[in-house]
């Protein structure tokens, strides 16, 4: 008892119960995922910028300040650095811009404040006006198969790109897979060959913040030129070649087909990873190589079109739920399936 009694009438320097260590700091920051970092980084300095020039105040911010800020958002002021304006912003984009405003004063020790109600029913009006103009939120378009296989054939076998390029059209069309999620991906650790394929390793998902984990069963494909497991398999024995080491699974090539580690490499400087963007800009290009239309297309594209194929052929939503680790009754996966069945199914058939 003395012990404790010694302990307890210890001085402790004031504030230490409100102060944290760099380590546990570090921690908390890389519990956000990158993306979602800059996308609020971004937005938080637009309204710091809108709120400069209107002469409110950021931080606390009223309920009135975050419901004019909507209004702005939704009217098209936006400013751009080179001073344009952006346009009216779609209705989640300006959800977005509240949820990084509401989040940097829970951060700061103003959890109640704003009061977002003003402003989500300004964002509720916007979505009814933009419905009632006929304009709808662009979704990335989903790839069919014949685009895929256009695009696979697309792409040079002889190089170092192509050969990459194939290998992660098509790895990230069988999986229905984030494009966070692709470029995680690492040559030690995540991949595993089996008898029937490779099991893919997802360490972590925009549904999986803890950290779980989850094996994707990637199978050989019905069709060589369009089989995720050759295409990958080709690409890992030609890195292998020239990069002995493990590490990324997916690697910058400039224009020349160099890597970063080698000697006259012109690419940007960075981690020796391929980016998401990156992801999306690789699509692209093969599209354009293959005549297929580039409109909406993203790296999402991939996900969108595994899910509609898959449905397509027949395969059980669940299955296809489970595959691309969407939550249960995921509104996102529902769109896929109705603008498949809108076609597939014809209540209308036999009657007119």
Request: charged share 25%; hydrophobic share 40%.
């Amino acid at each position: 008892m003395n012990e404790i009694a010694a302990v307890e009438n210890t001085l402790v320097p004031a504030g230490i119960d409100h102060t944290i260590s760099p380590e546990t700091a570090r921690r908390i920051a890389n519990a956000t995922p990158p993306n979602t970092i800059r996308a609020y980084t971004a937005d938080r300095a637009a309204f710091r910028r809108w709120c400069a020039l209107t002469g409110r105040t950021p931080l606390p911010a009223t309920a009135e300040t975050a419901a004019e800020y909507a209004t702005y958002l939704a009217l098209g002021g936006a400013l751009q650095h080179d001073g344009s304006r952006k346009g009216s912003a779609a209705p989640r984009t300006i959800e977005r811009a509240l949820s990084a405003i509401r989040t940097e004063h829970r951060e700061n020790g103003y959890p109640d404040t704003p009061d977002l109600l003003g402003a989500r029913r300004v964002v509720k009006d916007h979505r009814r006006e933009r419905s009632d103009r006929g304009i709808r939120d662009r979704q990335a378009t989903a790839i069919s198969v014949d685009d895929l296989r256009a695009m696979v054939d697309a792409c040079d076998p002889d190089t170092l790109a192509g050969t990459r390029d194939r290998a992660l059209i098509v790895l990230g069309f069988s999986m229905m897979v984030r494009r966070s999620e692709l470029v995680a991906l690492n040559t030690l650790g995540d991949l595993t060959d089996t008898r029937d394929g490779v099991d893919v390793l997802i360490r972590w998902s925009k549904t999986d913040q803890d950290a779980i984990g989850e094996l994707v069963a990637v199978h050989y494909g019905a069709h060589p030129r369009t089989c995720p497991v050759r295409l990958l398999g080709a690409w890992r024995e030609r890195l292998a070649a020239v990069r002995p080491a493990e590490g990324p699974l997916w690697i910058p090539i400039d224009k020349k087909d160099r890597l970063p580690h080698q000697p006259g490499y012109c690419g940007k400087p960075g981690t020796g990873r391929l980016t998401g963007k990156a992801v999306g800009i690789i699509l692209r290009d093969a599209a354009r190589r293959a005549g297929v239309s580039t409109d909406a297309l993203s790296a999402h594209s991939l996900r969108a079109g595994g899910a509609t194929a898959a449905y397509s052929a027949g395969n059980d939503l669940l299955s296809i739920s489970r595959r691309g680790r969407w939550k249960d009754g995921s509104p996102v996966l529902l769109r896929y399936i109705r603008d498949v069945d809108r076609w597939k199914n014809n209540p209308m058939s036999g009657v007119l």
